[in-house]
Nanobody, 126 residues
């Protein structure tokens, strides 16, 4: 498995930006598709974004498309999620995850990820 640690969460106001980072260690990071998921209170954990092993492909949930950007630095073994124009509906615990699965639509399903971080809280006030 890959050991993942998220950081960068916090409390912001609607319209603000926030950047989450995920540091990876363990098995070969460069061969994994990396994803971000989120879970709001009382809701299922949902897909937010994913990036292919070489950064050449990026995928987003419709709810964040155009506002969030996922990126990865293979040398630094990090995956970032830049979140702009945040809304109260973005409030959730955000999780970083890793998988060997590489094709869409399979990378949007949490069951296909075998390594997870502990999560970081993002709260957006109105």
């Amino acid at each position: 498995q890959v050991h993942l640690v998220e950081s960068g969460g916090g409390l912001v106001q609607a319209g603000d930006s926030l950047r989450l980072s995920c540091a990876a260690s363990g098995r070969t990071f460069s061969t994994n598709t990396m994803g971000w998921f989120r879970q709001a209170p009382g809701k299922e954990r949902e897909f937010v974004a994913a990036i292919s092993w070489n950064g050449g492909g990026t995928y987003y949930a419709d709810s964040v498309k155009g506002r969030f950007t996922i990126s990865r630095d293979i040398a630094e073994t990090t995956v970032d999620l830049q979140m702009n124009s945040l809304k109260p509906g973005d409030t959730a615990v955000y999780y970083c995850a890793a998988t060997f699965v590489s094709s869409w639509p399979h990378i949007q399903f949490r069951r296909n990820y075998d390594s997870w971080g502990q999560g970081t809280q993002v709260t957006v006030s109105s």
